[in-house]
């Protein structure tokens, strides 16, 4: 059981350059997450997804883009890295919008920016 | 705007005890879930527990507990006799009645630290 899976799970960038963080997930889900957790903070929305081509902005989306080519993929994309970025990064699906639906989380990409 | 707050920094209990971890939260939608999610230090969210805000019973899960005061706005963790594998972070988070999907706020977390 794959569930949601992301790479890389390490990464280290020089400020200004770019990346693509990889999310794909194998449980047929329409809803995709993106979250950033600060050092010793809890997790913030950067951007969703309801479904393939649609996708819109959570609470901290500056700096990010995004897109949802396929239901199964949900790359988050940062062209130009700062050093405010450095964070531990989240994907996670969910096969509802509904409030008690459980959603399922990747093991997480720990960004650098130096 | 929705807001989750958890107090409680850090935590330490003794093995084989419970423990109650504080969170309160803030929201004017009359309808909402309450999730626990434990971070152990290899970094992985894993889901304890799930309160919504109609349900006429507390949350019961194992060893995980909730208790939930609606008209306090707390929905704290209880866990009973604690495990030395109990050690992590614990985040509180809400989801609200959006169609737009289920998305989480989350608080900024309480580090439970199990002593043998």
């Known amino acids: 059981n794959a569930g949601v899976t992301q790479t890389p799970k390490f990464r280290i960038l020089k400020i200004g350059q770019s990346m693509t963080l990889q999310c794909t997930q194998d449980?047929?889900?329409?809803?995709m997450y993106w979250y950033r957790q600060d050092p010793g903070m809890g997790l913030k929305l950067i951007y969703y997804?309801?479904?393939?081509?649609?996708?819109d902005k959570g609470e901290v989306p500056n700096g990010y883009n995004v897109s949802r080519s396929t239901t199964e993929d949900f790359p988050l994309r940062l062209e130009l890295a700062a050093p405010s970025q450095t964070s531990v990064y989240f994907c996670?699906?969910?096969?509802?919008?509904?409030?008690?639906?459980?959603?399922?989380f990747g093991q997480g990409t720990r960004l650098t920016v130096v | 705007a929705q807001k989750i707050t958890q107090t409680q920094p850090g935590m330490f209990v003794q093995e084989k005890e419970a423990v109650t971890l504080d969170c309160t939260y803030d929201?004017?939608?009359?309808?909402?879930?309450l999730f626990w999610y434990k971070q152990p230090s290899s970094g992985e969210m894993i889901f304890l527990i799930y309160?919504?805000?109609?349900?006429?019973q507390n949350a019961t899960e194992g060893r995980y507990s909730l208790n939930f005061q609606k008209a306090r706005k707390s929905a704290n963790l209880v866990i009973s006799a604690s495990q030395l594998g109990d050690s992590a972070m614990y985040f509180c988070?809400?989801?609200?009645?959006?169609?737009?999907?289920?998305?989480?706020?989350f608080g900024g977390g309480t580090r439970l630290m199990v002593k043998p």
């Open positions: 996670a699906s969910s096969y509802s919008p509904r409030i008690n639906t459980e959603a399922f």
């Open positions: 449980m047929n889900h329409n809803y």
């Open positions: 997804s309801v479904g393939a081509g649609i996708t």
């Open positions: 929201t004017s939608d009359p309808s909402y879930g």
């Open positions: 309160q919504g805000s109609y349900d006429q």
């Open positions: 988070a809400m989801s609200s009645s959006n169609n737009a999907g289920n998305m989480l706020t």
